[in-house]
């Protein structure tokens, strides 16, 4: 990756209620999240200096630390406005913003109970996580080793960091296969979503994509049924089965960071067509620079 290291950069973090030099925002060695994963985060993207649904950003922030049993100790117009602040106190118009809430120090082991509830937002430069030419080409997808959890083994629809370790491990697979991404199954089998982006896929005018039972519910992807819907595509949220994709002509990934990632193969299935992409792809970026 180009760039230096996250820990050493010029620019401010809002962290803990102020904003702070990026060099000096950092955590003790036993901070309870470190050993038990006990961090909840969210990705937003701004475009033209405002962040694409910071609401519902924040809102999902709040609901993942629940999830985890925490409740995050400001308000969410707080919340906003830390990330608006980290945005601005960095003077970027075109970013990705990353606030993270995590349990901190004051007691180490299983038992959390007595630990303070922090909260940290920074903001960079982050132009796409695939490729301009990946995107262009299509994103090639395998397999994941590692399957989405049930939720009643861990709270699966979080954005919690401990969800992270098995896409951390699925994407490293990928690339050592020389694919540029995952694509995990969930628990009983069912295509669930890539390592960090929800997917669809195309058939004429059907889109058909995963039910938010087991994944994330990606902002972008309810953004993107919307969009489909209002431009006459019919959108089925259900179960489906690795085995039904070679009868789809195309595919996509979703996210805030991937926004929409046309996808050209998973293995050795490949989908030629971008006919939803395209229409998808500029109502997307019409959106969330609010051109429409
Ligand atoms: N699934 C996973 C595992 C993710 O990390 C992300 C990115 N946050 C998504 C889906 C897409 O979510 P969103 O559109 O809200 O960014």
């Known amino acids: 990756m180009a760039g230096p290291a996250f820990h050493d950069r010029d620019g401010k973090i809002w962290f803990d209620g102020e904003l702070v030099d990026w060099r000096a925002a950092n955590v003790h060695i036993l901070t309870h999240a470190m050993h038990y994963a006990s961090s909840v985060f969210e990705g937003e993207r701004a475009y033209n200096g405002e962040i694409f649904k910071l609401r519902e950003?924040?809102?999902?922030?709040?609901?993942?630390?629940r999830m985890l049993g925490f409740e995050i100790p400001y308000s969410t117009d707080e919340v906003d406005a830390a990330s608006v602040a980290a945005l601005e106190a960095n003077g970027l118009a075109e970013a990705y913003v990353r606030p993270v809430a995590w349990r901190g120090s004051e007691m180490m082991g299983v038992n959390a109970q007595g630990t303070e509830i922090h909260l940290a937002v920074a903001a960079w430069e982050w132009p796409n996580?695939?490729?301009e030419e990946q995107r262009l080409k299509g994103v090639?997808?395998?397999?994941a080793?590692?399957?989405r959890p049930s939720p009643d083994t861990i709270p699966a629809c979080s954005k919690a960091a401990g969800l992270y370790m098995i896409c951390t491990l699925s994407k490293h697979d990928a690339e050592a296969k020389g694919f540029n991404d995952a694509l995990m199954l969930d628990w009983r089998g069912y295509v669930a979503e890539a390592t960090g982006a929800n997917v669809f896929f195309v058939k004429g005018d059907a889109i058909h994509t995963p039910i938010p039972d087991a994944i994330l519910d990606g902002i972008t992807r309810r953004?993107?049924?919307g969009l489909a819907e209002e431009r006459g595509f019919k959108v089925?949220?259900?179960r489906i089965t690795p085995d039904e994709l070679e009868a789809f002509d195309e595919c996509f990934l979703t996210g805030t960071a991937a926004e929409v990632s046309p996808v050209a193969r998973i293995e050795n299935v490949e989908f030629p067509s971008?006919?939803?992409a395209s229409v998808l792809?500029?109502?997307y970026t019409k959106l969330v620079r609010r051109e429409s």
Not at 59 to 65: A, K, Q, V
């Open 281 to 283: 792809m500029p109502a």
């Open 140 to 143: 090639t997808l395998s397999w």
């Open 223 to 225: 953004t993107v049924i």
């Open 145 to 147: 080793p590692w399957k």
């Open 236 to 238: 089925y949220e259900r």
């Open 129 to 131: 996580i695939f490729t």
């Open 57 to 65: 950003h924040t809102e999902r922030l709040f609901e993942s630390g």
């Open 274 to 276: 971008r006919e939803a």
